[in-house]
């Protein structure tokens, strides 16, 4: 009975010192909120969601709590509901074409935090923040309010079988050739009574082309965007195919305006080329454009901010970049990532990129 007793007392012992320890451990913790549209089943919203919980497991005295939404146009009604209820997330993300809209909202607001001080005094930190990053978000030179892990690298996908039947040799690399293009298209098209167009716009494209062009310096190229719409006979085309991905894709159109990561939604039986963006009669300086991307609120503690540039010096990070470059095609910010560890994966990606970063230099 005696030896029975022991081991309830040793066993008790043991649970009490573990119960503590994990107590300790949590309590210990810092906890802090990111929210993202990441909240999708696409396949770039499960491995960003796995590269955020991967943080949590490398920094074992931070907590992440994800506040996951679809999509990025709902980031800003879901950021304002809970600052109004005080619950400011740490961190907000905002990665897609309407990206100002948070950053303005933040930056007027006097909510988000300053990062330029912590930069400065990280030197790994400040060489994986590219020129381009800077150069578009620093609203002075001791004010810096955002930092993306990731480069929108736009243009156009163009088919190279239909570009060959309506006897396109040289892919146009500005606008006068883009232009010359388009005729020739609509002229062959009309000639063998087919129904393939040049370039098939939604509302939502038309936008999209829009936005991209609007940054701090260059409000007026979205206005040449419109004439050069206008003026070329590049129009909304009702047809069956509302969505111009899915008209790519079958033929419809013998051009898609995207992204360079876009490449894995276009299907694979087709032979497809890359070209940058030459949408403006000047040199194309818009083909890179860096997003508002992570915005640090000012609500919380000061452990709290250092966590959260630590979250973000992670997402800069060789390995979390190379990842985005690899899995999800998608252009690191970081600028001491080699694109040459696409090219294996997929070459027509890596032409692309080449061919952007050759004309824009992001570094």
């Known amino acids: 009975m005696m030896k029975l007793k022991l081991l309830f007392l040793n066993v008790f012992i043991v649970i ?5 320890n994990k107590t300790i451990s949590q309590e210990n913790k810092v906890n802090i909120t990111l929210l993202h549209g990441f909240g999708g089943e696409s396949k770039e919203d499960i491995l960003m969601r796995k590269i955020y919980a991967e943080f949590e497991e490398k920094n074992k005295n931070i907590s992440l709590t ?3 939404v679809p999509s990025f146009n709902q980031v800003f009604e879901k950021a304002k509901d809970l600052l109004v209820i005080g619950k400011s997330p740490n961190i907000i993300y905002n990665g897609n074409s309407d990206s100002g809209t948070v950053y303005k909202f933040m930056v007027e607001k006097g909510y988000a935090l300053n990062l330029m001080p912590y930069i400065e005094k990280d030197k790994e930190l400040k060489g994986n ?15 810096l309010y955002t930092i993306t892990d990731m480069l929108e690298a736009k243009g156009y996908w163009y088919n190279k079988e239909i570009f060959k039947l309506a006897g396109i040799k040289q892919i146009p690399e500005d606008y006068n050739s883009f232009v010359d293009m388009v005729k020739k298209i609509n002229y062959w098209s009309k000639e063998d009574s087919n129904s393939t167009v040049a370039v098939q716009l939604t509302d939502n494209l038309v936008n999209s082309l829009i936005e991209a062009q609007k940054s701090k310096n260059n409000n007026a190229n979205s206005v040449e965007l419109n004439n050069f719409l206008k003026n070329n006979n590049i129009k909304k085309v009702d047809s069956v195919y509302k969505d111009e991905l899915r008209s790519f894709n ?3 159109s013998a051009v898609y305006f995207g992204e360079v990561f876009e490449k894995r939604n276009i299907t694979h039986n087709m032979k497809a080329g890359f070209k940058s963006f030459p949408i403006s009669k000047r040199e194309n300086d818009f083909s890179i454009f860096p997003n508002s991307g992570y915005i640090i609120s000012n609500w919380g503690s ?21 990842k985005i470059l690899t899995e999800l095609y998608r252009l690191p910010s970081n600028p001491n990532i080699n694109i040459e560890l696409v090219k294996d994966k997929d070459i027509e990606v890596y032409n692309a990129y080449k061919e952007i970063i050759s004309k824009n230099n992001p570094k």
């Open 129 to 143: 923040i590219s020129k381009i990053v800077l150069n578009t978000w620093k609203e002075n030179s001791d004010s």
């Open 302 to 322: 000061k452990v709290q901010e250092e966590a959260s540039i630590k979250f973000i010096k992670y997402m800069l990070s060789k390995e979390v970049q190379e």
């Open 66 to 68: 994800l506040v996951s």
């Open 250 to 252: 079958v033929g419809h």
């Open 16 to 20: 009490t010192i573990c119960s503590c």
